[in-house]
């Protein structure tokens, strides 16, 4: 079991060489295209696709972090890490309980 930063290391020593002659506008377009991917899984409800999709959209977001040279754990938990940003609850107490939701 590793962790984001851990997964975001091991996406860039697998792919940075290909995410680098890709470029940053067509690696987001992958992403897009995998969360796509992501909600047509979850209308067909088959859990082992879903996680299938689940892990590609991480895949993706983690290969565009390595191109922006953004440390993607460091910033999920700068922003979450202390609870809701809005209402600093853990769990949020916000009405609307979107993440990011302000
Ligand atoms: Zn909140």
Not at 34 to 60: H, N, Q, T
């Amino acid at each position: 079991m590793v962790g984001i930063r851990d997964f975001q290391n091991l996406m860039r020593t697998i792919y940075f060489e290909r995410d680098r002659e890709r470029g940053v506008p067509i690696t987001y377009a992958w992403l897009v295209s995998e969360v796509g991917e992501l909600a047509r899984a979850l209308i067909r409800g088959s859990k082992p696709l879903i996680a299938e999709e689940v892990a590609d959209v991480l895949a993706w977001l983690l290969s565009l972090c390595n191109l922006l040279g953004i440390d993607a754990e460091k910033a999920a938990y700068e922003k979450y890490g202390k609870g809701c940003p809005r209402c600093g609850s853990i769990p949020c107490v916000c009405r609307t309980g979107k993440p990011g939701n302000f």
